[in-house]
């Protein structure tokens, strides 16, 4: 079965950083587009970042733009997403997602999700 196994979630005080891990089991997803989503406390599941895995092309939703990088790593067949100038408005659980095809940005595109790891920003 097609597994994603995040890493990398943690407490952080604002503007402080962190870098998380999305690991695809088999290589059957060695060229899938892979996405970060976040859900925080009582808020819907939200699009932050994906990546074409060939091409390397990436998309960001605005909250993020300039402070997240996304990027992967072929051989590690392992997205990361790089988080600088945290804020409190970005605690929330993020999910690394992977699907066949194009590049989504809605979350029901996906067919393939991880766990989540947990992000907390402090003020």
């Known amino acids: 079965q097609v597994q994603l196994v995040e890493s990398g979630g943690g407490l952080v005080q604002a503007g402080g950083s962190l870098t998380l891990s999305c690991t695809a089991s088999?290589?059957?997803?060695?060229?899938?587009?892979r996405a970060w989503f976040r859900q925080a406390p009582g808020k819907e599941r939200e699009f932050v970042a994906a990546?074409?895995?060939?091409?390397?092309?990436?998309y960001y939703t605005d909250s993020v733009k300039g402070r997240f990088t996304i990027s992967r790593d072929s051989a590690k067949n392992t997205v990361y997403l790089q988080m600088n100038s945290l804020v409190p408005e970005d605690t929330a659980v993020y999910y690394c997602?992977?699907?066949?095809?194009?590049?989504?940005?809605?979350?029901?595109?996906?067919?393939?999700w991880g766990q989540g790891t947990q992000v907390a920003v402090s003020s």
């Open positions: 990546i074409n895995w060939s091409g390397g092309s990436t």
């Open positions: 088999g290589r059957t997803f060695s060229r899938s587009p």
């Open positions: 997602a992977a699907r066949l095809g194009d590049v989504y940005r809605d979350s029901t595109m996906y067919g393939y």
